[in-house]
Every structure is written in C-alpha cells, then in structure tokens.
C-alpha cells in the first residue's frame, strides 16, 4: 500500500492513478495517523515553499514525515515534495523546510535566453551508485519548476539535469527517493522510477 500525503497541493490524483496503472492501492490522506502508519509514503506538491510548509504544519502532518524518513522507511518525494526536505526555501522570503537534507533551495539564474520557470522534457544524467533498477542515462523526464535545490551534501545527488547550468534533479539517501521532475507525468521512464520505488 502507498500512502501520499494530501496538504492541499499538487495533482494528487494522477499521482495516484500512476500507482494503480502499477497495480498497486494507493490512499491520498491528511490524517497524520495514517500518515504515521504508512509502509510507503509519497510526498508530491507544486506551488510556493513558504505555503506548502505552513499547510503541512496547520494539518499537524510535519512529525510524522519527518519520523517516517529518520527511520528509514520507503519515501518518495516529487517536485515540491522533493524541495521541502532541504532546509530552507526562499521564494517570496525565507521558510523554514523539513530540514531532512541539508542545503537550500533558490530561483533559476540564468543565462539569457532561458525562460524560467523550466517547463517541459529534459534529459537526466544518473549518478551510477543512484541509478534505479530499469532506468538508464539520457531518458526524458517532465519538468514544471522555478526553483531548484542546492544540496550542501554531493553525496545525496542522484541525477542531474541540465538548463542554462546542472541542477539537482533527484537526490538519494537510504530508502529517500526523491525528484524535481514529475514520474506520473513522463510515461513509460517515471512508470518504471515508481516501480522501482515499490520494489524497494
């Protein structure tokens, strides 16, 4: 069973409908209980950092994310879901985020141009020791963001991507998964990133 956790962001259901196209059951909640009793959680998200944060934590949802990564269990983390595990996030000011993975995450500056935000397909570079089972280098994945993530630690990098410069497009530590780019929207290659995430 996949839990994704529902803060009032995001396109919830065809995160889901990509699940059971998987043909595995997967329930959108705001319950921190059953949040808390999740074997595998999926935290996706579009919109500000600062707004995102301060539904998570009016609907009490922040302790049991954060209890469910410390302790190493399956977690997926999409678009915003994957920003708000640094942190901190500056859109429209400072917010404090989940403070799971250190680092930032900060607008596009970009060379001219480069339009912004980044919408659209764009090709991903693996790191080998991160590459899930069945994906491979140079596969396109779906993009829709102004802001990216500058992790202070290398090591949780697990692809990059680039536009106007690399950027983080997923990170890795543990059975924390996390990515920039949309699985549920980049066909047959994010079909087989959630299939991978079930199988771990």
Known sequence: MVTIVDYGSGNLRSVQKAFEHLGTAAT??????????????VLPGVGAFGDAMRELRRRNLVPPIVAHV??????????????????TGW???????????AGDVARFDLPAGYKVPHMGWNTVTWRPAACPAGCADGEHFYFVHSYHARPADES?????????????????????????????????????????????
């Open 156 to 200: 949780v990098v697990a692809a990059v991507a680039d536009y106007g410069g690399p950027f983080c497009a997923a990170v890795a530590r543990g059975r924390l998964f996390a990515t920039q780019f949309h699985p549920e929207k980049s066909q047959a290659a994010g079909l087989r990133l959630l299939q991978a995430f079930l199988a771990s």
């Open 70 to 87: 410390r302790a190493d269990r399956p977690f997926f983390g999409i678009c915003m879901g994957l920003q708000l595990l640094f942190d």
């Open 28 to 41: 959108i909640t705001d319950d921190p209980q059953v949040v808390a009793a999740a074997e595998r959680l």
């Open 91 to 101: 859109e429209g000011g400072r917010h404090e985020g989940l403070g799971l993975l």
